[in-house]
């Protein structure tokens, strides 16, 4: 866009360029003005990540960047808001804010919603992780995982007395086994010696 346009102008084009890209995603927040007057924008974006050529993927992480512009912007850089957070701790949105801060005072005098959404986007592709569970989820999955090992554990002791059990029946019976057989051979050996 020309910087020799009005910024009222600019600010028309841009907001209609982010409506044709972004369509029911951008809501458009400003008050209607009285007498028709042109006020400066005003606008929220509802934002996912990023996605990559390799097709759809889990969307676990999303927010809404909320633009607020004064009268001069795009030559003065707009108020940033990021809103409505999912799957993004408060210090991973902060981490963005910062990140939009230093991006928006680069591209001071130039339009750069569309920049800041995007980079939002890569942003929330680079953290879209499953959320952690809660404190409570996480206590009982440990809890569950604790009493399986326990159960494995007797499990394996209750096999191993049992096997135990069985050495201990077999080595009875060989040993009743090999005396009867001793006592049989020690017989026959005394019968044969006395045959001589």
Same mark, same amino acid.
């Given at each position: 866009?020309?910087?020799? %346009?009005?910024?009222?102008?600019?600010?028309?084009?841009e907001?209609?360029?982010?409506?044709?890209?972004?369509?029911?995603?951008?809501?458009?927040?400003?008050?209607?003005?009285?007498?028709?007057?042109?006020?400066?924008?005003?606008?929220?974006?509802?934002?996912?990540?990023q996605?990559?050529?390799?097709?759809?993927?889990?969307?676990?992480? /999303?927010?809404?960047?909320?633009i607020?512009?004064?009268?001069?912007?795009?030559? #003065?850089?707009?108020?940033?808001?990021?809103?409505?957070?999912?799957? +993004?701790?408060? /210090?991973?949105?902060?981490? +963005?804010?910062?990140?939009?801060?230093?991006?928006?005072?680069?591209l001071?005098?130039?339009?750069?919603?569309?920049?800041?959404?995007?980079?939002?986007?890569?942003?929330?592709? /680079?953290? #879209?992780?499953? /959320?952690?569970?809660?404190?409570? %989820?996480?206590?009982?999955?440990?809890?569950?995982?604790?009493?399986?090992?326990?159960?494995?554990?007797?499990?394996?002791?209750?096999?191993?007395?049992?096997? +135990?059990?069985?050495?201990?029946?077999?080595?009875i019976? +060989?040993?009743?086994?090999?005396?009867?057989? #001793?006592?049989?051979l020690?017989?026959?050996?005394?019968?044969?010696?006395?045959?001589?």
């Open positions: 866009m020309s910087s020799g %346009d009005s910024i009222e102008a600019r600010q028309n084009n907001f209609e360029a982010l409506q044709a890209i972004y369509g029911f995603d951008l809501k458009d927040l400003r008050k209607k003005a009285a007498w028709n007057k042109w006020t400066p924008m005003n606008l929220s974006l509802s934002l996912k990540p996605q990559g050529s390799v097709g759809t993927h889990e969307i676990y992480a /999303t927010i809404d960047l909320h607020v512009c004064d009268a001069c912007y795009p030559e #003065n850089c707009p108020r940033i808001y990021l809103e409505n957070s999912k799957g +993004l701790s408060q /210090t991973t949105v902060a981490e +963005l804010q910062v990140l939009l801060e230093q991006k928006s005072k680069e001071e005098g130039e339009e750069m919603i569309f920049q800041l959404a995007q980079c939002v986007e890569e942003f929330l592709h /680079t953290h #879209n992780k499953p /959320t952690s569970k809660s404190f409570y %989820d996480e206590m009982l999955k440990r809890q569950k995982e604790k009493e399986e090992r326990d159960l494995q554990a007797r499990q394996i002791e209750q096999d191993l007395k049992v096997c +135990l059990l069985i050495l201990r029946n077999k080595n019976y +060989l040993s009743i086994h090999y005396s009867n057989s #001793n006592s049989h020690q017989s026959r050996t005394q019968s044969r010696l006395k045959k001589r």
